[in-house]
Nanobody, 120 residues
Framework: QVQLVESGGGLVQAGGSLRLSCAAS????????MGWYRQAPGTQREFVAR???????NYADSVKARFTISRDNAKNTVYLEMNRLKPEDTAVYYC??????????????WGQGTQVTVSS
């Protein structure tokens, strides 16, 4: 069994910054891509950023140049540094990981979500 636990959400004023963390734990053999998605009320979950195991990032156009994704493979942790936040960034942010378990089964895992609220 594998768990993803997010932390770092909260309330911030527009123009401010937040750093999200997501730690994977459990019966992990290796982790492939890790990433972040978000879902605002009344909308579908959308892609925010993704990073390969080699450290290559990919971003949604709406967050490029404001958000930075990184990871620490030794800690099985992915981070999302969010700068110059806007009210439209308000959403529940979900961590995602492609995990190869010790059983050699490959599964997509999701965290429970962390709320980010940006006030204008």
């Amino acid at each position: 069994q594998v768990q993803l636990v997010e932390s770092g959400g909260g309330l911030v004023q527009a123009g401010g910054s937040l750093r999200l963390s997501c730690a994977a734990s459990g019966s992990i053999f290796s982790i492939g891509d890790m990433g972040w998605y978000r879902q605002a009320p009344g909308t579908q979950r959308e892609f925010v950023a993704r990073i390969t195991s080699a450290g290559n990032p990919n971003y949604a156009d709406s967050v490029k140049a404001r958000f930075t994704i990184s990871r620490d493979n030794a800690k099985n942790t992915v981070y999302l540094e969010m700068n110059r936040l806007k009210p439209e960034d308000t959403a529940v942010y979900y961590c995602h990981a492609d995990v190869l378990a010790t059983t050699r089964s490959l599964t997509n895992y999701w965290g429970q979500g962390t709320q980010v609220t940006v006030s204008s």
